[in-house]
């Protein structure tokens, strides 16, 4: 058996000490966030899985790393005892009449990057059946059907209560720079022993890091949380817009994250 330092208790900290600890492995974390994980992007983030819809504004590599993620992700989700919302229900991607160009532009795109197989282009009468309430505002749509969402809070607690028992967890001051003669006095001060006691330390503090990785540069977005006891749309969305791309993403109770990048 292996002992691990995890710094870090993020998307990629949870993650990497759940499956670490999963296969055998001891795993102490060290972590300046809270154990539910607040202070954490992925705590925020709409989590769309979208190896499809991303690859479209990036590179045929993200598509094809995409679809490898998904996959883990359909394996480990299935792993816990509780469901953790996870609608297979697809992508709608929409624009006005008035932004008809980008979705057209978007498409256009979309062929050059992605598969045929990979995406549909749909009509009014195939959107009222995917999604009666955007066919009342939108008379076509781009429909990615191998995409979904989870809640990122249900996964984040359920990970969380799983390392609280299995992991030796930490809470401490913001790690600046990260240097063997930092984590030395760390372990001493914080654990009673020294570095050496660890197989591999294993950084995952994410934007906590960006002192010691100078071309690290976070994303900046807006999200919102919002509940619409009206509203009954069970696909993610992505809204086309020359100046403000929105995205929406369906929670439990009829609750919607809507974001911006």
Request: include cysteine; aromatic fraction near 8%.
């Amino acid at each position: 058996m292996k002992h691990y330092l995890i710094i870090g208790s993020g998307l990629i900290g949870r993650l990497t000490s759940w499956r670490l600890i999963q296969t055998g492995h001891a795993v102490t974390i060290l972590s300046s966030d809270d154990k539910a994980g607040t202070d954490s992007a992925g705590f925020i983030a709409a989590s769309m899985i979208a190896p499809f819809t991303e690859a479209v504004t990036a590179d045929r590599s993200i598509r094809d790393l995409g679809i490898q993620s998904q996959a883990l992700w359909d394996k480990w989700l299935a792993e816990f005892e509780k469901p953790i919302f996870n609608p297979q229900s697809g992508t709608l991607v929409v624009a006005h009449e008035g932004d008809k160009a980008e979705l057209a532009r978007y498409q256009r795109r979309a062929a050059h990057i992605l598969d045929p197989t990979d995406y549909q282009q749909i009509d009014a009468q195939q959107l009222q059946n995917l999604s009666p309430e955007l066919a009342e505002n939108f008379r076509s749509a781009l429909y990615f059907p191998q995409e979904s969402c989870l809640d990122n809070r249900q996964f984040y607690q359920q990970v969380g209560e799983f390392l609280t028992e299995h992991a030796n967890w930490h809470t401490i001051e913001p790690i600046e720079t990260l240097t063997n003669d930092t984590l030395e006095q760390l372990c001493q001060q914080t654990l009673g022993h020294s570095l050496g006691k660890f197989t591999s330390v294993i950084d995952c503090r994410g934007n906590g890091s960006k002192l010691d990785m100078k071309e690290l540069r976070g994303v900046r977005g807006e999200v919102l949380r919002v509940y619409a006891p009206e509203v009954n749309l069970q696909q993610c969305v992505r809204l086309m817009h020359p100046r403000y791309p929105l995205y929406l993403a369906p929670r439990p109770d009829q609750q919607y994250v809507i974001g911006a990048t």
